[in-house]
């Protein structure tokens, strides 16, 4: 059975599924995922591969969530490992397991609330996500030959140059450099608040002196550049006055990044991983740097951060029995 593509997403979205009571059930689900007090974004990405799901069902012949069988799930689990994207590639793990993810919790949800008499994805594990990091990291001379490729004579420039100057300096995510506020930046106490973290976590960042100089530039000749009357007090602003969308964010790191030459792919969360590991080079402790990246675990901070090679063969030859002779 395959995985329903094109139009039939469309009309997923849109809520035009064929599914007895899909619209209740989403939502009621809906209802119950703000509850848990799920982000607005977990929410809608959630009920649109409820959706999506809801449409395979139908095509199954199911048409109440009472008719779910296991089978029914095992067979939307090889959809997706067998669906294509539009250029023929499969879906990655990752977004496999981010689908099904969705979908074991509503089945959880109809359980709890005993809408079910048993869960028909108990017992059954979501995709194993290869525990990937950029093949190569910006050494610091690159990352500070990104830094300087904005043309700092423009307001865009200044903005560009700020939002990589504070990427780095403060290991934000895309989204909570993109959420902040004016008043969200404290130049005084050189310190960003973040109030849009992942699972909705606040936390208090330190943001070097060269970021704050750069924010200070932007806010006096680059922001009020380009603030319109609708802009809000959203720190960075397009090029129309409006908050830069997720792409424009990308888009500003890669344009610079190609423009210094530099060999690998630069992302905001590669300017990230930058910023965790060159201050692990320089003897950071995970503890240190858990909480300036917002990780609830140290075990993730580890997956965020590598040292060099050449601290490791340091290292090697200080303490190793056979080269420390």
Known sequence: ??????SAVRAAILGEVRWMNDVLWC??????????????????????ELRLFCEFLAERGVSEVSGI????????????????????????????????????????????E?????????????????????AELPTEE????????????????RRDRAVLELLYS?????AELRALKVEDVDLHRLEVRVRFGKGKKQRRVPMGEPAAAWIEAYLANGRSLLVRERSGDVLFLNNWGRPLQSESLADIVKRHAQSAKLPMKVTPHV???CCATHMLARK??????????????????????RVELSDLREVFLRCHPRESC
Request: hydrophobic share 35%; charged share 20%.
């Open 1 to 6: 059975m395959d995985l329903p593509t094109g």
């Open 114 to 134: 005993k809408w079910i008499l048993a869960n028909p994805a108990e017992g059954m594990s979501l995709p194993s996500v290869p525990d990937t990091l950029p």
């Open 142 to 157: 690159q990352v500070l030959k990104l830094l300087e490729q904005p043309d700092t004579s423009f307001p865009q420039g």
């Open 271 to 273: 300017l990230r991983h």
């Open 27 to 48: 939502e009621r689900f809906g209802e119950y995922l703000h509850l848990l007090n799920r982000s607005a974004k977990t929410v809608e990405g959630y009920l649109i």
């Open 284 to 305: 950071a402790s995970l503890r240190h740097l858990q909480q300036m990246l917002g990780h609830s675990s140290s075990t993730v901070t580890e997956r965020y951060t």
């Open 170 to 174: 403060s290991a934000l995510r895309n």
């Open 69 to 112: 069988r296991r089978d029914d799930v095992v067979a939307y689990r090889v959809a997706l490992h067998s669906a294509r994207k539009p250029n023929g590639e499969p879906l990655t793990m990752k977004t496999q397991n981010s689908k099904l993810s969705a979908i074991f919790s509503f089945l959880r949800y109809l359980y709890e």
